[in-house]
């Protein structure tokens, strides 16, 4: 079953409306008066934290906001108040369930040739370039209509991010083609284009192509002669938004770790596994692991093993979530068991120390029996 809860939706919203950065939300909220700091906004995406009325229509308003200044406007469907409302009022109403939908995919399975300019969505990115004065780039984006991708896309996102205009809105037209022209696209952006736009080209494809194609995006990397084979070894942190990388982490992390194990990338899926263990929000790591099946590869294992390996306060989190979130595909018992046995060896003592300072003491406590039935 799919994450229909209401953070969940948030971030579908988020990802229509080309994946604005948190420091973009963070100005967007501010300017409506309602100022959210970053780091409430991720906790309001991940659902580590509730949601009250005023944040969500804040967080709604800011997505309307963004996607209209990179000249992709949201359809008023997606931003209708009175539905998001009722949303935050009923969040497990059906009748709320699937009124946001996850951007819609072509058919992975069918044939593609080269991904082609959609005129439509084009013609809207248009009128910012002439209010702009850049007439030239405007008559380019005409012209590409109807035309492959990487012969005039990559000028015109050079030409913006030289400018210090947005581009999002070109990056979000070519973020569906092909794997082999993704990598034509990166290849024409090239690495002197400003604000390391071929960068933010690449977590975009990551971030909206249908998980069944990431693979394909990385082998494709990977045959190409040349240095873009740095974006393959780079992926995990891309689409987790670890790092440098600040677009954001899909929700459907396991249906791409199955698509990585279909393919035979076994390191590929295991560094992926261990880092959404490490890295992600509890509840995404959390809800990743409960959507793999115990005998899928071991990557609810390696999850979940990764998670208690990554210090005390890793551990807490993980357990807070644990105790007080029901999460999909998760047993508490079994789960918390899992996490507490796979503390370092030689570690239970501090770990046990942290956890009983925090006010887990039956989880602190279980940490000195398992250190002393470890054998060394």
Known sequence: MTDDSLANQLRR??????????????????????????????????????????QVLALVRACADYARSIGAPLPAEDTDEQVWQEKATHPASPKNLHSIEPPRETDPSAPQGHKKGDSSNLEALIPPLIHAGMDDIANLARQGAGQPLETWLPTIVVALGYAHMDYQGFLNLAAHAPPGQIVKILESIGEDSP???????FQTCLLTQHASQIPKILVALRRTEGELDWY??????????????????????????????????????????????????????????????????????????AGSQNGPHRLMRLINCLKTEQIEGIELRKTLEFLLTAVPRGKHADFSQILNDAGMKSEAQRLLELEREIPF
């Open 232 to 305: 393959a070894h780079n992926f995990v942190d891309a689409i987790l938004g670890k790092g440098d990388w600040l677009g954001g982490t899909r929700p459907d992390l396991a249906d791409v770790l199955r698509a990585l194990r279909a393919a035979t990338l076994k390191n590929d899926a295991d560094k992926l596994a261990e880092n959404i263990g490490l890295h992600t929000w509890p509840r995404i790591a959390l809800a990743t692991a409960g959507a793999i099946p115990e005998d899928f590869y071991g990557d609810r294992e390696i999850i979940l093993h």
């Open 195 to 201: 604000e390391n736009i071929s960068n933010r080209y």
């Open 13 to 54: 919203l988020r990802v229509r409306a080309g994946n604005p950065s948190l420091r973009d939300l963070e100005k967007l909220t501010d300017r409506q008066g309602r100022r959210m700091s970053r780091a409430s906004i991720q906790d309001k995406f991940s659902g580590t934290s509730g949601l009250k009325m005023v």
